[in-house]
């Protein structure tokens, strides 16, 4: 085994990505992790890898290939099959104790969140948790700063290092990682200037996947690096798998989403009624605010947000949602945004593409009809 010192920066190379998969199927924040990793690794120079744990799965390997990685470094093993957090965690270290990447991200799924904090502790190392924007390359930072936040532009334009135990420290190499913070009211950016690899975990439906190429697939290198695991390691065993029998909403893939808020209050199975007619009507899924989740009326898989998913679909319609901010962090990117709100000083209004202001028990039903008819006018 190679030495492991993670404060020697410069030993350092290359952006991985962890790639979840679950009975042998990759997750669909792998791809987008796959394609936030490849912007990352040509700034950096350097190349992607996925890392791939499970037994049998070199079969998944090109198809990250697709989306962007070099290479997926594949560690196959029957103890690997499903995902344990002692053996996935010891694995994963010493093959990064080994190989060296200078930054790893990781899903912020439920593995995600269980994995990461594990395996930056076992390593020393930070890890920056749920983060929504990535950047390395100074100037794309800053513009990023200049379009979405407050921050003077001189200020940004100054942003170049930062002091780290008393001495200044440039920032150009470092993986920049923002996050909400204080319950959504502020965006931080997070480095990690003195130990290596750089670890985040990201938000599924936040990265955008980039387009399959076949080409590139094909052309992915599989690398089967040598590691040891055996039961002594493992003091868990996965002894059956039981999948909730209930369908989860499908709010991440959905390219159509009607989302009600505490505005349907005065009649709850009314409203989501109403919602879920104009959502068959359009093709989509029911998502809610928090405030539906947490009066009981819808279940926590619709919750759209901060602390829900985040989604960008093609057309999101908020039916008496205020636009709270932690709210507005989940839906703010989709490509059309429809607001019905009977206030019309209600802060959704301010990022509304079409804003009705009105009553959503009678405007909805006016909605679903329209569609209805321009769809049988085709
Ligand atoms: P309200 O703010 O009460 O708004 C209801 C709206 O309905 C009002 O604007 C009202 O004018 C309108 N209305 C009422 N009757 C009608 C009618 N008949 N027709 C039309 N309009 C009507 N919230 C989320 O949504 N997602 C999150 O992930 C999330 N995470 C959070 C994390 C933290 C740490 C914190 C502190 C809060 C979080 N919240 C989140 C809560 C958030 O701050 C708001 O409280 C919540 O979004 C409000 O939900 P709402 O818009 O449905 O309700």
Redesign the pocket.
Known sequence: MATFNNTDLAAFKDVWVFCEQRQGKLMPTDFELISEGRKLADELGVELCGLLLGDNVEGLAKELGGYGADKVIVCDHPLLKDYTTDAYAKVICDVIEELKPEAFLIGATNIGRDLGPRCAARLHTGLCADCTHLDVDMPIYKDFLKESSTLAAEKIEGLNSAMVLGEKHDVSRDLKMTRPAF??HLMATIICPRFRPTMATVRPGVMKKNAFDQAKADACQIVKPAFELSESDMQTEVVEIVKAAKKLVDLIGADFIVS???????DVEG?IKLAEELAAELGGVVG???????SGWLSADH???????TVHPKVYV??????????K??MQDSECIIA????ET???FEIADYGIC??????TPMLTEAIRAAKAAK
């Open positions: 319950g959504g009600v808020g505490r505005g349907i209050s005065k409203g809610g605010s928090r405030a539906t989740i947490d919750q759209v947000g901060q602390t829900g998913k908020a039916l008496g949602i205020s636009g709270a901010i932690q709210h962090a989940g019905v709100n009977k206030n209600a802060p959704i009105g009553d959503l028990f009678k405007v």
